[in-house]
């Protein structure tokens, strides 16, 4: 894995550079390490997700499943249903605390101008608040 900035690879330590095409990460197994082969493709998140719950409920400590940033994802939501996971859709506390009150998405985004849709930190406290009322109820 890498992350451009100024059009320059700074590598991730310990990972390697995975080439992108059209903002995201290949996919194709030949052009990506063996060793990080496992996680390509909707399979690859699907056994993560599976590994994800199996520990949960080994350890018996609840996993919420964020997903829904930027209204995508929800595919990846019925994965995590699928294996148990509690799912949190961030997209709807984003237009309804958010968007509503006319901000705009692309405020809540680390880099407008480079299109790196990743939260902020007022995107992470939407997505915080998003969190804390949907781990209320399960308050001792």
């Known amino acids: 894995m890498g992350y451009t900035y100024d059009e320059e690879v700074f590598p991730v ?6 080439p ?3 903002q995201n990460p290949i ?3 030949a052009r990506v390490p063996a060793r990080y082969r496992y996680m390509l493709g909707v399979e690859g998140v699907r056994a993560a997700l599976r590994r994800i719950a199996a520990e949960s409920r080994r350890r018996t400590v609840p996993v919420i ?3 829904g940033w930027a209204g995508r994802d929800q595919d990846a939501a019925e ?5 148990g996971l509690h799912v949190l859709d961030v997209w709807p506390p984003v237009v309804i605390r958010y968007l509503s ?6 405020d809540l985004w680390v880099d ?3 299109a790196d849709n990743h939260p902020n930190a007022e995107g992470h406290g939407v997505i ?8 209320r109820p399960y308050r001792r």
């Not at 330590?13 to 995975?18: D, K, N, R």
């Not at 009150?101 to 692309?106: C, I, L, V, Y």
């Not at 915080?128 to 009322?133: E, K, N, R, V, W």
Request: proline share 8%; aromatic share 8%; hydrophobic share 45%.
């Open 13 to 18: 330590p310990g990972l390697e550079h995975v």
């Open 101 to 106: 009150a006319a901000g705009s998405f692309q």
């Open 112 to 114: 407008p101008q480079r």
């Open 65 to 67: 499943f964020l997903v």
């Open 128 to 135: 915080g608040a998003a969190l804390a009322d949907a781990i």
């Open 20 to 22: 992108k095409v059209n």
């Open 27 to 29: 996919g194709d197994p």
């Open 79 to 83: 994965w995590g249903m699928d294996e």
